[in-house]
């Protein structure tokens, strides 16, 4: 079956760094666009950031300039560096692709990171 792992949440002061990683296994032919989202405690869950096949990325605003979403293809494995960390980016974060496995595409979320930004 095919999972998503993360890792890399934590508790960070304002203005530290993370690394989250999500990385896909079991039987996984190909994954299409891989992507960040955070839900906060009464919030909506929302897009942080998105990319693609071809390494095309794109934030949310409130994360531009701060996160950097990269992708590496053979340990099938999605990034989110967040520096410059703010109280508000407080959430948990999951990972999403679209994978192709023995039964076609389906999306896959990971099982979420828990992100507090707190002196």
């Known amino acids: 079956q095919v999972q998503l792992v993360e890792s890399g949440g934590g508790l960070v002061q304002p203005g530290g760094s993370l690394r989250l990683s999500c990385a896909a296994s079991?039987?996984?032919?190909?994954?299409?666009?891989m992507g960040w989202y955070r839900q906060a405690p009464g919030k909506q869950r929302e897009l942080v950031a998105v990319?693609?096949?071809?390494?095309?990325?794109n934030y949310a605003d409130s994360v531009s300039g701060r996160f950097t979403i990269t992708r590496d293809s053979a340990r099938k494995t999605v990034y989110l560096q967040m520096n410059s960390l703010k109280p508000e980016d407080t959430a948990v974060y999951y990972c999403?692709?679209?994978?192709?496995?023995?039964?076609?595409?389906?999306?896959?979320w990971g099982q979420g990171t828990q992100v507090t930004v707190s002196s």
């Open positions: 999403n692709a679209e994978i192709r496995s023995i039964a076609g595409w389906s999306k896959y």
């Open positions: 990319i693609t096949s071809g390494g095309s990325a």
């Open positions: 079991g039987i996984v032919f190909s994954i299409r666009d």
